[in-house]
């Protein structure tokens, strides 16, 4: 039950005069049934109501945002952005105006990746915004433009924490994706790329010891400087 004090008095007074008899006490059920249910027109045409009604409400655990949004509050850059640094995918319920807004939509992925799928565009094409995005949660790589599902940069970033979510990106770009994974993936796990040991050193990218000499490839050539594909020997690799 909400806890009766001024905190909550906008709340109490707006209920209270919508039917005196009908809420005898407030519950957080009740409250979001209330809130579904209510149409307030008149609540939704007043900003100020609304900031008012809004502020109080959360002492019930609830975001009413998505209930009661006027066109001016959901183009208020100010209202909004404590929005999404609240919840990042409130952004869905901003107006398009604001879901172009670099600075509100940044925001928004830094508090949770998946906001991106509600940003415009545009900005689902900026490198930035999309890398912040990946890097808080893989998986929002499938609401990035086709551009950036390609870009190299944003590519690896994903492969850092889940090569899985690459798999929900654009199918007409999987082969470009296939070689740049291929380039950064360490298939064995031993502190080299794939591409590395294939195109740069000569290693086998699916052994940690192409030569067998019970020193990793990497050992080899990252520390001790000789060569990963003589076994036994200590020729130094050119620096």
Same mark, same amino acid.
């Given at each position: 039950m909400l806890e009766r004090n001024k905190d909550n008095e906008y709340l109490r007074e707006y209920l209270m005069l919508k039917d005196k008899k009908e809420i005898k006490s407030i519950t957080n059920e009740k409250l979001e049934k209330y809130i579904e249910e209510s149409k307030m027109n008149e609540l939704r045409n007043k900003a100020d109501k609304m900031e008012k009604w809004y502020e109080a409400s959360i002492y019930a655990g609830k975001n009413t945002f998505k209930y009661y949004s006027s066109e001016k509050i959901r183009n208020d850059e100010k209202y909004v952005m404590k929005k999404v640094k609240e919840n990042g995918k409130n952004l869905q319920y901003a107006s398009e105006k604001l879901k172009n807004n670099r600075d509100l939509v940044m925001e928004a992925v830094k508090q949770d990746g998946r906001a991106l799928q509600f940003a415009s565009e545009e900005l689902k094409n900026d490198k930035e915004i999309v890398m912040e995005s990946v890097k808080n949660y893989p998986n929002s790589y499938q609401y990035a433009s086709s551009e950036m599902q390609k870009d190299e940069d944003v590519v690896t970033e994903v492969l850092k924490r889940s090569e899985d979510a690459l798999s929900y990106g654009d199918e007409n770009i999987k082969q470009e994706i296939e070689e740049i994974k291929g380039t950064y993936r360490d298939s064995d796990f031993d502190g080299l790329s794939d591409g590395e040991?294939?195109? &740069?050193?000569?290693?086998?990218?699916?052994? !940690?010891?192409?030569?067998?000499?019970? !020193?990793?490839?990497?050992?080899?050539?990252?520390?001790?400087?000789?060569?990963?594909? &003589? !076994?036994? !020997?200590? &020729?130094?690799?050119?620096?």
């Open positions: 040991e294939k195109f &740069i050193y000569g290693t086998n990218p699916y052994s !940690k010891d192409t030569d067998l000499d019970g !020193k990793t490839d990497y050992e080899e050539i990252k520390i001790n400087y000789t060569n990963p594909q &003589i !076994k036994n !020997k200590d &020729i130094e690799v050119e620096r």
